[in-house]
């Protein structure tokens, strides 16, 4: 596997991953994801609305309601999820490998005022599969804190193109987004930041 730029707290990085062409080939493609799965705004088990928008790709897509969160092989408008598109298994088999491909991949969409919490990934069946994040559009203020929740906590900017890798011990670190930086990337009209996140469930 090639070289991480950085590692932070085991999660290994990869800044500028993707070059300008490669990150418009997927915004094309998740274009196409979103027009069969449309985008919509989950609700948390305690009836909160979360701040981003989401939909998935794959066998299972991550959904959430009032009766909890989960992976389900169908949209909650009753259609199947789309194929993961082939620039984004691309990116897991350079980066992961050919062993297994991702069973879900769910894709977030924050616009200016979006964020996502301090969480742990644990709603799969495997931790040795890492999970693997694409993140394109504007720049995003990632915080990587620790396997419990409390303490110390590390923060990065996240930038249009930049790919991470949480595996081994960085698999049920908690993690989570404080804030975008909006209009800092031309990427996607209307701006925003979509983050890819590819994972194996069962
Ligand atoms: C997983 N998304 O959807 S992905 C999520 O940018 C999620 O939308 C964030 O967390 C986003 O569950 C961050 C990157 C990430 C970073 C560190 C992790 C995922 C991680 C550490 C362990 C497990
Ligand atoms: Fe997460």
Known sequence: MPEPTLILRDVAIYKGWLDLGKQATLVAALRDVVARAPLFQPVTPTGRAMSVRMTSAGRYGWISDRNGYRYAPNHPGGM???????PVLAIWRALVGETRLPDCCLINLYTTEAR????QDRDEADFSWPVLSVSLGDDALFRIGNLTRGGKTESIWLNSGDVVVMGGAARLVYHGIDRIRPGSSSLLR???RINLTCRVVT
């Open 116 to 119: 996502m919490g301090l969480h």
């Open 190 to 192: 209307g701006g925003g």
């Open 80 to 86: 199947g999820w789309p194929p993961i598109p082939e």
